[in-house]
């Protein structure tokens, strides 16, 4: 596993994340089921937890979109880069986009499967970068695993608990 | 505008790629007399993108190499800028 130069981290425990807008790929309970899993992978493991909020500015915002999206990474259309996230900080800081020009699923190998990119680049929103070991979560190139068989591997527990610590349950 | 041959095109994509996650210099504003497209990739980038994958590493583009880096990926550098 590897952090971000400066090892950058949330200085608190109770993180807030909202979804800003949904792809039409997947209905939105889909969308938010994926979403609030992703964030589970990360909090089984430490002592994180995730309020999801409505209104206002979350530390994670979570979006959808396409090509140029305000943030000097344009996306590049269908393949290629799937999504992207911002290591730990107020601001974009934290945020996670999706490129919505690929074909987001629920479980398929159809297109990638969101639960999958997202607990991913959510890996990046607390302070991962990416992992050289192939099979980790934090390893940059998507490959379609089973949802209901994901498990995080020893490498990314061991990452993120380089920085949050062991979970206190 | 001109057509590629494929050889240039899979140099551009390496270029693009090792642009994007490894941290490559853009050209502009240095002095190459041919396309962008013609000039190989550096050895030490393309050494690092390979080493990191695991894959032989050779500082050329090879098959492997491309295959690699045509693979759906996130978009986060792969090396800290």
Not at chain 1, 28 to 54: C, M, Y
Not at chain 1, 91 to 105: C, M, P, Q, R, Y
Not at chain 1, 138 to 149: A, E, G, K, Q, V
Request: with cysteine; proline share 7%; glycine share 8%.
């Amino acid at each position: 596993y590897s952090t971000f130069e400066g090892k950058p981290k949330w200085q608190k425990n109770k993180l807030t994340y909202r979804i800003v807008n949904y792809t039409p790929d997947m209905s939105i309970p889909e969308v938010d089921e994926s979403i609030k899993k992703a964030l589970q992978v990360w909090a089984n493991v430490t002592p994180l937890r995730f309020t999801r909020i409505n209104k206002g500015t979350a530390d994670i915002m979570i979006s959808f979109a396409t090509r140029d999206h305000g943030d000097a990474q344009p996306f590049d259309g269908p393949q290629g880069t799937l999504a992207h996230a911002f290591a730990p900080s107020t601001g974009i800081g934290g945020d996670a986009h999706f490129d919505d020009d690929e074909l987001f699923t629920l479980g398929s190998s159809k297109g990638p499967v969101l639960f999958l990119v997202a607990a991913h680049e959510f890996g990046h929103s607390l302070g991962l970068s990416h992992s050289d070991v192939h099979g980790a979560l934090m390893f940059p190139t998507y490959s379609f695993t089973d949802p209901d068989r994901f498990s995080l591997s020893s490498d990314d527990i061991r990452g993120i608990q380089s920085i949050y610590g062991l979970t206190d349950s | 505008g001109p057509i590629l041959k494929p050889a240039d095109k899979n140099k551009a994509i390496a270029r693009d790629y090792l642009r994007k996650f490894y941290n490559l210099e853009n050209l502009m504003g240095t002095t190459h007399f041919r396309p962008e497209e013609e000039i190989d990739p550096p050895s030490d980038k393309l050494k690092e993108m390979q080493k990191f994958f695991g894959l032989k590493v050779t500082g050329t583009l090879n098959k492997e190499t491309l295959e690699v880096m045509k693979k759906p990926r996130c978009g986060v550098p792969d090396v800290a800028a």
